[in-house]
């Protein structure tokens, strides 16, 4: 039987994504207490191949604001991976979202605006939403076009 929030996520035309393989010594997902801290997920296709680009660039506003949903997604990936349903998460908390892009390129928190949208669709605008950082990067791994890590708190 799928979870409460997998069948929102199926009801806003989206799908989990298979995770890539990682290529680094991490976790995906660490609790403490309360808190789930994600790992830095990267901008993912359904099936795991990277969505690539630099913004200002190669790279689009949609494609990128796409990219921060698929983020998102892959990060809901990890965390059911992790802890077992995506029920368990009672709100975000935090946000931080790097966007690969040239120097003079200001639209970062319009790409990030993609998961948030996302997580606001998903577990409500009062658990959805939570603080956020949008930065700009000049490399990030395999050239992905968005990397988001997150905090969120865990139900009892």
């Known amino acids: 039987m799928s979870s409460t929030i997998e069948n929102r996520i ?10 890539p393989v990682s290529k680094g010594i991490y976790k995906r997902c660490v609790q ?9 997920c990267i901008s993912v296709n359904n099936d795991g191949s990277p969505i690539t680009g630099k913004l200002g660039d190669d790279c689009s506003d949609e494609k990128g604001k796409d990219a921060a949903r698929q ?5 809901l ?3 059911k991976e992790s802890i077992g349903s995506l029920d368990k998460i009672d ?10 892009a040239t120097s003079d390129y200001t639209n970062h928190p319009v790409i990030i605006n993609g998961c948030s949208e996302l997580f606001r669709d998903v577990f409500g605008e009062e658990n959805g939403v939570g603080a956020r950082s949008a930065v700009g990067v000049a490399s990030l791994p395999g050239n992905v076009a968005v990397e988001i890590e997150a905090i969120f708190e865990i139900k009892d």
Do not use: D, T
Not at 10 to 19: D, M, N
Not at 32 to 40: A, D, E, I, Q
Not at 71 to 75: E, S
């Open 10 to 19: 199926a009801e806003l035309g989206y799908s989990l994504p298979q995770l």
């Open 32 to 40: 403490s207490g309360h808190l789930l801290f994600s790992s830095g």
């Open 71 to 75: 983020c998102g997604l892959a990060m």
């Open 77 to 79: 990936a990890a965390i």
């Open 91 to 100: 709100r975000v908390v935090k946000l931080l979202g790097m966007v690969n």
